[in-house]
């Protein structure tokens, strides 16, 4: 019986294969109008194939991402405080796009020109700056950290310290990040959505450990000119940085800082209300 309604789903136009097929056949079309697009306005361009491959802004006048907030996300590492980004979102009957302020379609090509010609409007995002035992390991993290232990089934141990305040925690790992990744995993674990241009960053834990005692820091808003700092307390840890490709291993003592970066960026095509739809979550604390 299990392999005709196997067959059956793998045959059903809504499963996910048939979902992954148009997907990619939407973004290779995406990808030949952008390419048409800039060759038709006389841009000079560089292509970058791979989303987290280096390179360099030096001269750039803006960077064009094609694909969706994960590749937008990995680019906008290379970008530094000067060199505006723009996303166009190369399958948007799948892909959320938050990021992205371009969409095919008859209007992409006016709104790219408008990107070169800098009259395409955007906003500044803050960003948030990481370090761990006092070096820097980036200053531009658009989306959010996830700090947790190496396996998805362990207890993830670590100090908290906001201000003068000290507390342990017990948990699955925690969320932390600027405003503009206030809509995505920070919400969904219970942060509240922040204003795109806030200049706070936002910790949220993962299934805080509360038998002993409600948290007080379990969600908290940490203001501008503040510091949040954690020290690891497990023999080894890992910090994911805006997405699964950028990770850092944390030792046993680390200690972890995360605070606004002096490296915010300008994000084209976005409107300083997007992502304000939710209500906001109350009893967050801050400092």
């Known amino acids: 019986m299990l392999k005709p309604l196997l067959a059956r789903g ?8 048939a979902y992954a097929k148009q997907a990619a056949e939407e973004h290779k079309s995406t990808l030949r109008q952008v390419v048409d697009a800039l060759r038709d306005l006389g841009a000079s361009t560089q292509v970058i194939s791979l989303p987290h491959q280096p390179f360099s802004v030096r001269g750039v006048s803006v960077v064009v991402t094609v694909g969706g907030d994960g590749t937008l996300l990995a680019a906008s590492h290379q970008c530094d405080g000067h060199t ?12 959320v796009g938050f990021f992205c302020g371009i969409k095919p379609g008859r209007l992409l090509k006016a709104s790219l020109r408008k990107a070169l010609d800098g009259t395409l409007p955007g906003v500044e995002l803050a960003r948030m700056e990481v370090r761990v035992n006092r070096k820097v390991i980036s200053r531009r993290i658009l989306n959010d950290a996830l700090f947790c232990h190496p396996s ?20 699955s790992g925690f969320w932390v990040g600027p405003a503009a990744g206030s809509t995505a995993a920070q919400y969904s674990a219970g942060g509240q959505i922040l204003p795109m241009t806030s200049r706070d960053i936002q910790f949220v834990v993962r299934n805080p ?22 020290y690891n307390r497990m023999r080894e840890a890992k910090l994911f940085l805006d997405g699964p490709h950028s990770v850092v291993d944390v030792g046993l003592g680390s200690k972890l800082q ?4 002096p490296e915010p960026i300008r994000v084209l095509g976005l409107s300083a209300n997007r992502g304000r739809t939710r209500n906001k979550r109350d009893g967050l604390g801050s400092v």
């Open 10 to 17: 793998v045959n059903d136009r809504g499963t996910g294969v």
């Open 209 to 230: 450990y509360q038998l002993t005692g409600k948290l007080r820091f379990a969600r908290s808003v940490v203001g501008e000119g503040n510091v949040l700092v954690i």
């Open 152 to 171: 998805p089934a362990a207890t993830s141990r670590y100090i908290v310290m906001l201000g003068d305040d000290v507390e342990n925690h017990k948990s």
């Open 84 to 95: 505006p980004i723009v996303g166009v979102n190369s399958a948007p009957s799948s892909s």
């Open 258 to 261: 995360f605070m606004l970066s």
